[in-house]
T-cell receptor
Framework: DGGITQSPKYLFRKEGQNVTLSCEQN?????MYWYRQDPGQGLRLIYY???????QKGDIAEGYSVSREKKESFPLTVTSAQKNPTAFYLC???????????????FGDGTRLSIL | AQSVAQPEDQVNVAEGNPLTVKCTYS??????LFWYVQYPNRGLQFLLK??????LVKGSYGFEAEFNKSQTSFHLKKPSALVSDSALYFC??????????????FGKGTMLLVSP
């Protein structure tokens, strides 16, 4: 079945530590996204990528980094500079339709990150 | 700029009764509108979208949404609620007028609780 796989489901970070969240998709989608979800705040965009080797900052990129070396993969690193990393992180993908896509985004089942 | 508002944090309805979850939006051009549902500790699942055409859009699981351009609204409806519909619902918008590629803006979510 086609879909988006996020791993791990739960992750714990120590002070001063960088952690990387995995996101893999087999939907052959060009665009991929990372969101942060906090209670009562909805989804906030961290980074997105339209194509391999290209990505753009979203609304809350500080303290995070990404790479897009393969079409299928879009890992997110939460760095030690992110002082409040406890949240539910969601990865999504979509077709781009020439840059004016009206297609929905497909989501993975998320990674819950907590501080030790 | 594009924005979306979900004015109710929570909606309570009895099983078998009709339900409405409200959404209003703001765009400079024509809107692309989406509804998603999220169950606990899961990703978002796409329900339906409005791009153009009929103002009443039918989606998954018996849900439908009514697009009203004059009121800039896109309310989610279901004629008869089920206990299993209890979940967090998100409205999202993309402004078709944005040049090039642009991302979705999500509302903060509305928790729907259906009582037996």
């Amino acid at each position: 079945d086609g879909g988006i796989t996020q791993s791990p489901k739960y992750l714990f970070r120590k002070e001063g530590q960088n952690v990387t969240l995995s996101c893999e998709q087999n939907l052959n989608h060009d665009a991929m996204y990372w969101y942060r979800q906090d209670p009562g705040q909805g989804l906030r965009l961290i980074y997105y990528s339209q194509i391999v080797n290209d990505f753009q900052k979203g609304d809350i990129a500080e303290g995070y980094s990404v790479s897009r070396e393969k079409k299928e993969s879009f890992p997110l690193t939460v760095t030690s500079a992110q002082k409040n990393p406890t949240a539910f992180y969601l990865c999504a993908s979509s077709t781009t339709g020439g840059g004016r896509s009206n297609q929905p985004q497909h989501f993975g089942d998320g990674t819950r990150l907590s501080i030790l | 700029a594009q924005s979306v508002a979900q004015p109710e944090d929570q909606v309570n309805v009895a099983e078998g009764n009709p339900l409405t979850v409200k959404c209003t939006y703001s765009v400079s051009g024509n809107p692309y509108l989406f509804w998603y549902v999220q169950y606990p500790n899961r990703g978002l699942q796409f329900l339906l979208k409005y791009i153009t055409g009929d103002n009443l859009v039918k989606g998954s699981y018996g849900f439908e949404a009514e697009f009203n351009k004059s009121q800039t609204s896109f309310h989610l409806k279901k004629p008869s609620a089920l206990v299993s519909d209890s979940a967090l619902y998100f409205c999202a918008v993309r402004d078709e007028a944005n040049s090039g590629y642009s991302t979705l803006t999500f509302g903060k979510g509305t928790m729907l609780l259906v009582s037996p």
